[in-house]
């Protein structure tokens, strides 16, 4: 694979060549094999290949379990190593290691996986921290799946406990994608359990997961693609063993599987960037760190505003400020970047929260270019030609963003998209458009009011004169 795209990259291209996301596992099991496949000089790498053989049209990627190679000695692993050469660069491979050591430990995992195997991506366990995963994801042409919500029925006895108010399975979520600097992190999350899948992909709003326990575990394909497939159509691989490999025509068995999928991909319908009840209670948040206040109020400009929206509050509120940069990172979906730049002063905790929960990098153009030290316009680390997304806290008339925007595409960076929280609807969304970049917003500033009147937190009366005064 030394010449082969990035691991995300050749999965997203083979998941759109093939029209497919479902992955094979190939766990040859011999007491179930064919009676010619038995006879074969090699049965294990025989049954492997006919598998393969006949679904290589029809898949995203395969995964061979590790446990049923090595469980025959060295004849099992020199059929895992045939396998793997004879499924070729055209279709990824996932090995289903479930590694997890100490650093040196799992180097030495790692460069069998890679290096002796052969493997795309290894599946690997978070429960020694960053350390044990860190050593797979320096191979930056590779990838690593993390555990973190698995299939098996007693996986919640540990995964589910609640630390700082969240189960465990959802910060590995957010903290495995941070391990990795070329953005080569998965996730597992079985299918069985379709609440902890949307959960992850709250967390993790980008990344590929995968998905093991359809077919014979049970698993609810639609919840499933409901739960977490990506608005783009992608960011799941759907895997499949039993049902495939020991079916009476596997070949038949794939198709009517990747069917299946892509039925209820067909059928997907990305979900508004919020619930209306997580609307209702980011909006009350808002309210009672006293960040939406009413009242007469001198803005920058010199107008006088009924209401005033103060985002910097935030920084104090550590809760509230996770809960709003968990409806950022949804807002994020399917948005293509690479960085997330976030505008001083207001945006930048906002965007250094942002940047926690989805794994992105964050850079910041300055307001000021210092006349000492690097002398940089903009703070953090980047590449001239990668595609960044704008974070600030609100937006009103567009123009600050524009300002802030033109230091980024001066030094090579793409911008199109701008994310903000608050869209005060004072005609930003229209000049941003003329410029040529799309905003997108978690609230307007019509929901937050909307919200405060159906909850006794002001009058209608207040909402009328503020609506006024917008319409002015």
Not at 149 to 155: D, L
Request: with cysteine; net charge neutral; proline share 7%.
């Amino acid at each position: 694979m030394a010449d082969q795209a990035p691991f995300f990259q050749h999965l997203a291209q083979t998941a759109i060549r093939q029209n497919s996301l479902l992955c094979v596992g190939l766990d040859p099991r011999p007491d179930r094999f064919p009676l010619d496949v038995r006879a074969a000089p090699d049965p294990m790498f025989a049954f492997n290949k006919r598998i393969v053989d006949a679904t290589r049209d029809l898949v995203c990627a395969y995964k061979p379990n590790y446990a049923f190679y090595e469980a025959h000695g060295l004849p099992g692993l020199d059929a895992l190593r045939q396998t793997i050469a004879y499924i070729g660069p055209d279709v990824p491979v996932i090995l289903d290691a479930k590694r997890g050591d100490i650093g040196s430990t799992a180097a030495a995992y790692a460069r069998a996986a890679y290096d002796v195997w052969g493997a795309g991506a290894v599946t690997v366990a978070p429960y020694l921290g960053a350390d044990s995963v860190t050593p797979f994801t320096a191979y930056a042409d590779r990838a690593v799946f993390v555990l973190c919500q698995t299939s098996n029925p007693s996986a919640p006895e540990l995964q589910d406990l609640r630390s700082k108010g969240r189960p465990l399975y959802e910060h590995v979520a957010r903290r495995a994608p941070t391990w990795s600097e070329t953005d080569n992190v998965g996730l597992v999350v079985g299918a069985t359990y379709p609440a902890s899948l949307s959960a992850v992909r709250a967390g993790a709003p980008q990344a590929w997961i995968l998905v093991p326990g359809i077919g014979a575990q049970g698993g609810d394909l639609e919840a499933t693609i409901e739960a977490g497939l990506r608005p783009d159509g992608l960011g799941l691989v759907i895997s499949v063993s039993r049902g495939v490999c020991h079916a009476e025509d596997p070949r038949a068995a794939a198709a009517r599987f990747r069917d299946q999928i892509n039925a209820a991909r067909a059928a997907f319908e990305p979900r508004p960037a919020l619930p209306a009840g997580s609307i209702a209670a980011l909006v009350l948040d808002l309210a009672r760190i006293g960040a939406v206040r009413f009242g007469q109020f001198t803005l920058k400009s010199g107008q006088t505003s009924p209401i005033y929206l103060d985002l910097r509050l935030l920084a104090s509120f550590p809760d509230v400020l996770q809960r709003v940069a968990a409806a950022y990172a949804e807002r994020l979906r399917g948005l293509d970047f690479a960085r997330i730049a976030a505008i001083p002063y207001a945006a930048l905790p906002i965007g250094t929260a942002v940047a926690l929960q989805t794994g992105r990098p964050l850079i910041y153009p300055r307001k000021e270019t210092k006349a000492y030290g690097t002398r940089r316009a903009i703070e953090g680390l980047f590449e001239p030609g990668e595609r960044a997304v704008v974070l600030d806290d609100l937006i009103t008339t567009g123009g600050s963003k524009i300002e802030a925007i033109a230091p980024l595409q001066e030094a090579g960076l793409e911008v199109g998209d701008v994310v903000v929280l608050i869209d005060r609807e004072s005609g930003g969304r229209e000049m941003l458009g003329q410029a040529g970049y799309r905003l997108h917003s978690v609230l307007t500033l019509r929901q937050i009011l909307d919200v405060l009147v159906q909850h006794d937190q002001i009058s209608a009366e207040q909402r009328a004169n503020v609506l006024d005064w917008l319409n002015a």
